[in-house]
């Protein structure tokens, strides 16, 4: 076999491997809102249907029947939550979207308002304050966010043990 043949075969498969991996990567970033809304939309579902909702519904309040397992409950989903705020986040920062870069400044601040409502929620008494800055914080990212096109909707997904 000459070298040129002994050469040839392995080059096609690097130049195929090319080919085919180019298009791959540029389809990630293509699907950065897509991403990032979906994310997004399951962390505001666990939020407003196990935390918000409860609340506003005074299943919070001392007193109330089924109180501790509430709290409970609404701590993992915000727990949850938070873990998908920072996917989200990092699918903003990695991002070459002049929409997703804006909004990543916002999700620092909902991380935070999602760190004080988890701390209150540890402590058995939710603070009113906190828990109405979050919820100012996903409104305040969702009206940008579907503003600039690309809707935040609340994305129904099952969160284990909950």
């Known amino acids: 076999m000459t070298p040129s043949r002994r050469f040839a075969r392995p080059a ?4 195929t491997l090319g080919l085919i991996a180019g298009p791959l990567s540029t389809s990630h970033a293509l699907l950065d809102k ?26 919070f309040a001392s007193g ?17 939550a938070a873990h998908e705020v920072n996917v989200a986040e990092k699918v903003a920062h990695g991002s070459s979207d ?8 916002q999700l620092v601040n909902l991380k935070d308002s ?20 979050l919820d100012s914080a996903t409104t305040s990212i969702g009206s ?4 600039a096109g690309q809707p935040i ?4 997904a099952p969160i284990p043990g909950l």
């Open 12 to 15: 096609l498969v690097l130049a």
């Open 34 to 59: 897509t991403r990032f809304a979906a994310h997004l939309g399951v962390a505001y579902y666990a939020f407003h249907h196990w935390v918000l909702s409860p609340y506003q519904a005074g299943q």
């Open 64 to 80: 109330s029947a089924g109180r501790t397992g509430r709290l409970v409950k609404g701590g993992l989903a915000l727990l949850f």
């Open 98 to 105: 002049p929409l997703l870069q804006k909004l990543d400044a």
């Open 114 to 133: 999602m760190g004080r409502v988890g701390a209150s929620l540890k402590s058995g008494q939710l603070n009113a304050a906190d828990l109405q800055s």
């Open 144 to 147: 940008a966010s579907a503003a």
């Open 153 to 156: 909707r609340d994305v129904a």
